[in-house]
């Protein structure tokens, strides 16, 4: 069997005390600060103002690039045989320049 020593008082209040500061700062360790929620602000738009100025015109653009070619044509159906007449189309005489 374990018998415990008798205490003397000033011993004991020590005792009390340093468990009473540790207790204290073992919980303040502990202890977290609150955390503060702000709330958002809201921003409520106000009846519209009058319009302003017409701007500037602005710079005219660069010209764009040239475009590819277009696709080939389909060939044309084939001509009638002629009727035995043969037409001769003759340019006409080119004229003088005047001064």
């Given at each position: 069997?374990?018998?415990?020593?008798?205490?003397?008082?000033?011993?004991?209040?020590?005792?009390?005390?340093?468990?009473?500061v540790l207790a204290t700062l073992a919980l303040a360790?502990?202890?977290?600060?609150?955390?503060?929620?702000?709330?958002?602000?809201?921003?409520?738009?106000?009846p519209a103002g009058p319009a302003g100025e017409t701007?500037?015109?602005?710079?005219?653009?660069?010209?764009?690039?040239?475009?590819?070619?277009?696709?080939?044509?389909?060939?044309?159906?084939?001509?009638?045989?002629?009727?035995g007449t043969t037409v001769i189309v003759v340019p006409?005489?080119?004229?003088?320049?005047?001064?």
């Open positions: 069997m374990i018998t415990l020593a008798p205490c003397r008082p000033f011993q004991a209040r020590v005792a009390l005390l340093t468990a009473a360790a502990c202890d977290r600060p609150a955390t503060v929620v702000v709330p958002a602000v809201v921003t409520v738009p106000g701007g500037a015109q602005g710079n005219q653009g660069n010209q764009g690039a040239m475009g590819m070619q277009g696709n080939d044509g389909n060939q044309g159906a084939m001509g009638k045989p002629g009727g006409p005489a080119a004229s003088a320049p005047t001064n």
